[in-house]
């Protein structure tokens, strides 16, 4: 069984779970430096973490960029439950975020490797190749109205 929490404060469980699977999937394993891990936008954004048996296994967060735009972010599964649909669970709930928020448009920097898995849940890839982490992305976008 699965379940979602949301928190905006940096000194709860539930961010200390997000930083957790970001160090896990981003540092350990995609070998971003873990200085640039965490930034600015933190004490700024609404953080999720999916839970599946109690177990912390999926992240991602959110914040308003102005003009109903939100752009998610640091979304990731432990590679443990990769496969499952949790990926597709964890975005539908930052979708249903930014509808309550009144958002109206979604953007996202996808890793390339990710793109399939994002266009499948309704993203489209707009503009050029980009460098972030040392990792290769795009941007994506999605109307919600």
Known sequence: MTKVSWTDHLQSKIYEDALNIRYQVFVEEQKVPA???????????????????????????????????????????????RGQGLGAQLMNECELKIKKLHGTKITLGAQLQALPFYEKQGYTAEGPEFIDAGIPHREMMKNLL
């Open 35 to 81: 200085e640039i891990e965490t930034d600015e936008l933190e004490d700024k954004s609404h953080h999720l973490v999916l839970y599946k048996d109690q177990q912390p296994v999926g992240t991602a967060r959110i914040y308003h960029r102005g003009d109903g735009i939100y752009k998610i972010q640091r979304v990731a599964i432990l590679n443990d439950y």
